[in-house]
Nanobody, 127 residues
């Protein structure tokens, strides 16, 4: 089991930038693929992006490709989501998740059947 704590959410202007962080503890960080989901008010949780345990491979939803970047620092046990730029379609509670495998399996990330979840951080975008 991995404990996850997100930070960095808040109010950002459309066209600006925001970086979310997720600090992990409880398991060898590099053995876990990590990723981000979001849930807007009244909508289902949706996949945003994932990164392999080594950081060498990433996978992102079409809605954020070219705007959001997922990265990780295994020395700091932290995964990041750079939102650049956010748009009025991006406000949501953003949560990070950890898989038990270091490899990205798109089917697992789409199914949301992951081992560990954070509590989430709210992102609000002003137009």
């Amino acid at each position: 089991q991995v404990q996850l704590v997100e930070s960095g959410g808040g109010l950002v202007q459309a066209g600006g930038s925001l970086r979310l962080s997720c600090a992990a503890s409880g398991r060898t960080f590099s053995s876990c693929a990590m990723g981000w989901f979001r849930q807007a008010l009244g909508k289902e949780r949706e996949f945003v992006a994932a990164i392999s345990g080594s950081g060498g491979n990433t996978h992102a939803a079409d809605s954020v490709k070219g705007r959001f970047t997922v990265s990780r620092d295994n020395a700091k046990n932290t995964v990041y989501l750079q939102m650049n730029p956010p748009t009025p379609e991006d406000p949501a509670v953003y949560s990070c998740a950890a898989d038990r495998s270091p490899l990205i399996n798109p089917t697992i990330w789409s199914s949301k059947k992951l081992g560990s979840w954070g509590q989430g951080t709210q992102v609000t975008v002003s137009s």
